[in-house]
């Protein structure tokens, strides 16, 4: 083989592999376009997915506020529970005393 045949050769060669490159790319990008109706189904399922997310931020904000309005109104029937407690103890108390002092009273007579 010549030079002229070596570089005929390579030049087919070569143009074969471009065609086959070309045609891979032409193939390629006939089977991998894009609808779009599929563009607005995804268009359309982001802004629903959007707004999903925007609710679901409210709600955990509410549940957030509702807690800490439950937790404080708790601590409150707590605190009002224990002065509560405490004034019927030492009403019970003060009985206690005013009996014990009834019956020395009477014990006395």
């Given at each position: 083989m010549n030079r002229t045949e070596f570089i005929i050769t390579t030049a087919i060669i070569l143009f074969i592999a471009f065609l086959v490159g070309w045609f891979a790319h032409w193939l390629?990008?006939?089977f991998s376009?894009?609808?779009?109706s599929d563009v607005a189904?995804?268009?359309?399922?982001s802004q629903e997915l959007h707004e999903a997310e925007e609710t679901r931020d409210q709600a955990i904000t509410y549940l957030q506020q509702r807690e800490a309005e439950l937790t404080n109104q708790l601590?409150?029937?707590e605190a009002e529970l224990k002065a509560a407690m405490d004034g019927l103890r030492d009403v019970r108390r003060e009985a206690e005393e005013m009996r014990a002092h009834l019956d020395?009273?009477?014990q006395a007579q």
């Amino acid at each position: 083989m010549n030079r002229t045949e070596f570089i005929i050769t390579t030049a087919i060669i070569l143009f074969i592999a471009f065609l086959v490159g070309w045609f891979a790319h032409w193939l390629l990008h006939r089977f991998s376009r894009v609808n779009q109706s599929d563009v607005a189904d995804l268009d359309r399922m982001s802004q629903e997915l959007h707004e999903a997310e925007e609710t679901r931020d409210q709600a955990i904000t509410y549940l957030q506020q509702r807690e800490a309005e439950l937790t404080n109104q708790l601590s409150q029937t707590e605190a009002e529970l224990k002065a509560a407690m405490d004034g019927l103890r030492d009403v019970r108390r003060e009985a206690e005393e005013m009996r014990a002092h009834l019956d020395r009273v009477r014990q006395a007579q």
